[in-house]
Structure formats: structure tokens, C-alpha cells
């Protein structure tokens, strides 16, 4: 969990950083920008924490309202 935490961290403060160009390819030959991962992290892992969610609710180890 940490490393998930700290990754996250990382991206996070790469794309607030005014430097960075997100709509820049992210390697030579390369078609993905900095923006396109960042979207694609942010939809992974959305689907991942509804999947937890779920599970939670299922075990009913979710709290009750």
C-alpha cells in the first residue's frame, strides 16, 4: 500500500507541476503523453477501489449508515 501511496504521490505532483507538458509524447517513437497515463491511472484505479467497495459490501464488512 505504501508504494501504491507514494506512486501516486509522484503523479500527482507531476501533473500539477507547471513544467511538465502533458500533451508531450513521453519517450522517442512514443504516441502516450504524460495526460493519457495520468487518465489511465486515475480510471484504473477507480475501477479497483469499486471492485474493494463491492467486496466490502458483499462481506458486509462495510459500515452501516
Known amino acids: 500500500m505504501n508504494g ?3 506512486d501516486l504521490t ?3 505532483l507531476l501533473v500539477e507541476n507547471p513544467q511538465t507538458n502533458l500533451f ?3 519517450g522517442p517513437g512514443r504516441k502516450e503523453s504524460i495526460l493519457r497515463e ?3 491511472l486515475a480510471d484504473h484505479n ?3 477501489l ?3 467497495l463491492c467486496l466490502r459490501k458483499s462481506l ?4 452501516e449508515e
Open 38 to 40: 495520468a487518465l489511465l
Open 24 to 26: 508531450a509524447p513521453i
Open 50 to 52: 469499486g471492485q474493494i
Open 60 to 63: 458486509h464488512t462495510w459500515p
Open 10 to 12: 509522484e503523479m500527482v
Open 4 to 6: 501504491f501511496k507514494k
Open 46 to 48: 477507480s475501477y479497483h
